[in-house]
């Protein structure tokens, strides 16, 4: 096990003080190879936050990355590290252990590869599911094109991905695929025609690509200059009828030029309830 490395040049609280025997450096520093592997892990798991539930240390290749006889723990719903922060491992086979007090509730063999990923898990019998983050990403445009462009018409834009942990209930992923949407018109939050695809349906433990939304430069009804930069967004999933899925509507602020990523997670029926994890993300460093 290497080091947590910072992705951003901001302060950014620990969230675990049994993380502090971690050297904190620079992604971009010597000490970070094109070879590393550079991970965070989610806990999807759709149990209620509890003692019982919580991880409260998790080891790779026998290595603690956080926590140890309760100075720390991983909650349902929860990420780690936090924001755009990753810890490092030689890419190949590694594995992962992970400890509810004395007991090991999980261990798998994972696969991690060069550059930037998330594991999750989901079920304490099955691996974690994997997805890459990539790298100088180039955000599909309106006409088909990728590329740099920061603007939409008048219009400044954030992008935005999602990863699908939705379950039909406690012990049942959702059986079918869902259609992210969002709205910029605060006004007209259940007007059909307001809203707007987040990519292409996608199935359980799935992602959409990051996708544009359009952030407002002026008010409602062009009413003013919005100088805050940020506008609120709101967001739903429906199913393949076009139905809004029970749970699934939201709203968040959303900002220009901001990467963000969104869970949907929780259960449709039953405890614990449909719900979000919003994640500010910097794909570009």
């Known amino acids: 096990m290497k080091t947590i490395k910072y992705l951003l040049l901001v302060p950014l609280a620990l969230m675990f003080a049994s993380c502090d025997e971690h050297e904190l450096g620079y992604a971009d520093s010597d000490e970070v190879t094109s070879n590393d592997a550079m991970y965070q892990i989610t806990y ?6 509890s003692t019982s539930t919580r991880l409260d240390s998790l080891y790779m290749n026998g290595k603690k990355v956080f926590g140890v006889g ?8 929860g990420t780690f590290p936090s924001a755009a922060r990753y810890f ?9 252990v992970a400890y509810n007090r004395d007991n090991v509730v999980y261990e798998q063999d994972v696969e991690l590869v060069a550059g930037r990923q998330r594991l999750f898990i989901y079920d304490f019998a099955k691996a ?4 890459t983050e990539p790298r100088d990403y180039k955000p599909l445009h309106k006409d088909g094109t990728r590329g740099d462009v920061e603007t939409y018409d008048t219009d400044s834009l954030m992008r935005l991905r999602l ?40 199935g359980f433990g799935e992602a959409t690509d990051y996708e544009e939304i359009i952030i407002h430069k002026t008010g409602t009804g062009g009413s003013g200059y919005n100088s805050a930069g940020n506008q ?3 967001y739903r999933c429906v199913d393949a009828s076009g139905n809004t899925i029970a749970g699934t509507t939201d709203y968040w602020t959303g900002y220009i030029g901001r ?12 405890s614990p309830a449909a719900g979000y994890s919003q994640l500010n993300t910097n794909v570009n460093i």
């Open 163 to 202: 990863f699908n942990f939705f379950f039909e209930d406690a012990n049942t992923p959702y059986p079918n695929k869902v259609q992210y949407q969002w709205s910029n018109n605060s006004d007209k939050f259940y007007i059909i025609g307001d809203w707007h695809n987040l990519g292409e349906p996608i």
């Open 128 to 131: 974690p599911i994997i997805h």
């Open 232 to 234: 609120t967004i709101r």
């Open 44 to 49: 999807v798991r759709p149990v209620a936050n």
């Open 70 to 77: 309760g100075s720390g723990y991983l909650a349902p719903n």
């Open 88 to 96: 490092t491992v030689k890419a190949g086979t590694n594995h992962l």
């Open 259 to 270: 990467w963000v990523t969104h869970i949907l997670r929780g259960c449709r029926t039953g």
